[in-house]
Nanobody, 121 residues
Framework: QVQLVESGGGLVQAGGSLRLSCAAS????????MGWYRQAPGKQRELVAR???????NYADSVKGRFTISRDNAKNTVYLQMNSLKPEDTAVYYC???????????????WGQGTQVTVSS
């Protein structure tokens, strides 16, 4: 089994900062990409930021220059530093990993439960 423990969400005023964390544990041999997605009410889930095992990152245009994704491979943990938050960043943020099981041959996606981020104006 695999567990993803997300933390760091909450309520913040516009212009403020939050740092999300997502720690993966369980039957994981290796992790390829790790990322954060978000889903606002009435909208589809969208990619926020993604980082590969070698550190290559990509971001949604709406968060470039404000959010930074990083990872600690030794801890199987991914972080999302969110600065200059805007009300339109309000959403449930989901952690996603692409992992390989010890006996597996293909990388499998896995989702966290989500953490609420609310930005007040």
């Amino acid at each position: 089994q695999v567990q993803l423990v997300e933390s760091g969400g909450g309520l913040v005023q516009a212009g403020g900062s939050l740092r999300l964390s997502c720690a993966a544990s369980g039957s994981i041999f290796s992790i390829n990409a790790m990322g954060w997605y978000r889903q606002a009410p009435g909208k589809q889930r969208e990619l926020v930021a993604r980082i590969t095992s070698s550190g290559v990152t990509n971001y949604a245009d709406s968060v470039k220059g404000r959010f930074t994704i990083s990872r600690d491979n030794a801890k199987n943990t991914v972080y999302l530093q969110m600065n200059s938050l805007k009300p339109e960043d309000t959403a449930v943020y989901y952690c996603n990993i692409q992992f390989l099981r010890y006996s597996g041959t293909n990388y499998t996606p896995y989702w966290g439960q989500g953490t609420q981020v609310t930005v007040s104006s």
